[in-house]
């Protein structure tokens, strides 16, 4: 059994590591997503439709993945309370979500669609060590 003034240690502990914790979880995720949606680019890991003949025959069979810029563009900011992953690469969100004569491929949404069940894992996991 804990008593009172235990519990107010625990909880005076956890509190102080809370802002760090936060920040684990959000680096955390965000490189879990700039990740995965890398290693979607060349791959056909979210199921994509198939490259036409054209494409394939100009870049390969690797779709998205013509020079590499895009893939290596894509990056994650963890700041105060805040995240974001992201590309500034200007045809990203022609591929993202498609155009009249491109099939939407959607690295970034794939990404979050591929693996955001594995957020709840990473805040327990912090979480946890807060109090062990």
Same mark, same amino acid.
Do not use: R
């Given at each position: 059994m804990i008593t009172l003034p235990q519990? *107010?240690? !625990?909880l005076e502990h956890a509190s102080a590591e809370l802002p760090k914790a936060e920040h684990e979880i959000l /680096?955390?995720?965000?490189?879990?997503? /700039?990740?995965?949606?890398?290693?979607? !680019?060349?791959?056909?890991l979210f199921g994509w439709p198939p490259l036409g003949e054209a494409a394939v025959a100009k870049h390969g069979d690797? #779709? +998205? +993945?013509?020079t590499g810029a895009l893939r290596d563009s894509i990056e994650h900011n963890v700041a105060e309370h805040d995240a974001a992953?992201?590309?500034? *690469? /200007?045809?990203?969100k022609y591929q993202e979500?498609?155009?009249s004569r491109i099939p939407a491929r959607p690295f970034m949404g794939g990404a979050l669609?591929?693996?955001?069940?594995?957020? #709840?894992? !990473?805040?327990i996991a912090e979480l946890r060590k807060l109090f062990p």
């Open positions: 519990l *107010v240690m !625990i /680096e955390k995720s965000c490189m879990l997503f /700039e990740d995965s949606a890398k290693n979607a !680019i060349g791959s056909y690797t #779709p +998205l +993945l013509d992953v992201g590309t500034n *690469v /200007e045809y990203a979500f498609g155009t669609a591929h693996d955001g069940d594995k957020l #709840p894992d !990473i805040v």
